[in-house]
């Protein structure tokens, strides 16, 4: 199978259970659709991200170019737990980004209901001028994709080639999945937040012709620069426009997925990272007042008093 060579136009997890909602209706815009192409050769899933990241910006604190980076993981995440099996309610896609950009670190998830969250390791990096395939840089993509609540999940790994997120999800895409595929990566940002962020994946069937994959091709190298289009007009419009000329045709809109910053913290989760520190740790922390745990995810606050403690520490395997 072929695979797409123009990916864009712009530069081991526990279950995924989305619990508190932050952001995003289908009202509000953020929403999954899905489309064919070319009488039935391509399958189209576009997402339109722009709550979704700019929540994502707000909870996290991100200077421009970590929202970008994560704004584009995060849409990615969405797009690829969308094929994964609809009917297992709670599978969900991770993608861990180790780069040795100023970033750092950088995890994006997404479950088959459109909720998603991420984190970056340095949200603020001090070089403010750099792109996103620079700010990740070259290392290691880990692709999780788990589906509880039976099996283990399965990861797999490719080299980060510091080529920008939607050319390493191709990439992962062709090696990792054996997927002729490419993938439409956009965020815009403005000094309010952001302005417009989404995202198109396109998968090539097998029995998709020579002619029709080069006409996909020449539509993805000729269409302007994503994220332009998503701030003009709805996902729906892009993805039309995007493919004019394609047959694209779009599936009912009974099965839009609504999307959203979703985070599924919870004090007795929080609480599960203290059950291991030893007990003269745990004193220690009693002799303070107690202890408070922050999620990574969504800077939610959790406190625990010296009494919890206390009773950590009184369990025969504190």
Same mark, same amino acid.
């Given at each position: 199978m072929?695979t797409?060579r123009?990916?864009?136009a712009?530069?081991?997890r526990?279950?995924f259970?989305?619990i508190?909602?932050?952001h995003?209706?289908m009202e509000?815009?953020?929403?999954?659709?899905?489309?064919?192409a070319?009488?039935?050769d391509f399958?189209?899933?576009a997402?339109g991200t722009?709550r979704?990241?700019d929540t994502?910006?707000?909870?996290?604190?991100l200077?421009?170019?970590?929202?970008?980076?994560?704004?584009?993981?995060l849409t990615?995440?969405?797009?690829m737990?969308r094929?994964?099996?609809?009917?297992?309610?709670?599978?969900?896609?991770?993608l861990?980004?180790?780069?040795?950009g100023?970033?750092?670190?950088m995890?994006a998830e997404a479950n088959v209901?459109?909720?998603a969250r991420?984190?970056?390791a340095?949200p603020v990096p001090?070089?403010?001028t750099?792109?996103v395939?620079?700010?990740i840089g070259?290392?290691?993509l880990?692709?999780?994709?788990g589906t509880p609540p039976a099996?283990k999940?399965?990861?797999?790994?490719?080299?980060?080639?510091?080529?920008g997120?939607?050319q #390493?999800?191709t990439?992962?895409l062709?090696?990792?999945?054996?997927?002729s &595929? $490419?993938v439409? @990566?956009?965020? =815009?940002n403005?000094?309010r937040?952001v302005a417009?962020?989404g995202g198109i994946l396109?998968q090539?069937?097998?029995h998709?012709?020579?002619?029709?994959?080069e006409?996909?091709?020449?539509r993805?190298?000729?269409?302007p620069?994503?994220?332009?289009?998503?701030e003009k007009m709805?996902i729906e419009?892009?993805?039309?426009?995007?493919f004019h000329g394609?047959?694209?045709?779009?599936?009912d809109s009974?099965?839009?997925?609504a999307l959203?910053?979703?985070?599924s913290?919870?004090r007795?989760r929080?609480?599960?990272?203290l059950?291991?520190?030893?007990?003269?740790?745990?004193?220690?922390?009693v002799?303070?007042?107690?202890? #408070?745990?922050?999620?990574?995810?969504?800077?939610?606050?959790?406190r625990? &008093? $010296?009494?919890? @403690?206390?009773? =950590?520490?009184?369990?025969p395997d504190?």
């Amino acid at each position: 199978m072929r695979t797409f060579r123009k990916a864009s136009a712009e530069p081991g997890r526990n279950n995924f259970k989305p619990i508190m909602v932050l952001h995003g209706t289908m009202e509000q815009g953020d929403r999954l659709i899905q489309g064919m192409a070319e009488g039935g050769d391509f399958r189209i899933l576009a997402a339109g991200t722009t709550r979704t990241v700019d929540t994502a910006r707000e909870l996290l604190d991100l200077a421009p170019v970590a929202t970008d980076a994560l704004g584009r993981a995060l849409t990615g995440s969405i797009l690829m737990a969308r094929l994964l099996d609809k009917n297992v309610k709670h599978q969900y896609v991770t993608l861990r980004f180790e780069g040795d950009g100023p970033l750092g670190v950088m995890i994006a998830e997404a479950n088959v209901a459109g909720a998603a969250r991420g984190w970056v390791a340095n949200p603020v990096p001090l070089d403010e001028t750099l792109d996103v395939s620079r700010a990740i840089g070259r290392g290691l993509l880990t692709v999780v994709r788990g589906t509880p609540p039976a099996g283990k999940p399965y990861t797999s790994q490719i080299e980060l080639k510091g080529s920008g997120v939607a050319q #390493e999800l191709t990439r992962y895409l062709a090696r990792s999945e054996q997927m002729s &595929s $490419a993938v439409l @990566l956009g965020v =815009l940002n403005r000094r309010r937040g952001v302005a417009a962020a989404g995202g198109i994946l396109i998968q090539a069937f097998p029995h998709a012709s020579a002619d029709s994959v080069e006409r996909i091709e020449q539509r993805i190298k000729e269409a302007p620069p994503l994220s332009t289009l998503l701030e003009k007009m709805p996902i729906e419009d892009v993805v039309a426009a995007v493919f004019h000329g394609c047959h694209y045709k779009q599936i009912d809109s009974s099965f839009n997925v609504a999307l959203s910053y979703s985070c599924s913290c919870s004090r007795e989760r929080a609480l599960a990272p203290l059950q291991l520190f030893a007990p003269d740790e745990l004193r220690e922390m009693v002799a303070q007042g107690g202890s #408070e745990v922050v999620c990574q995810f969504c800077g939610r606050k959790y406190r625990f &008093s $010296a009494g919890d @403690l206390l009773a =950590l520490n009184a369990k025969p395997d504190a």
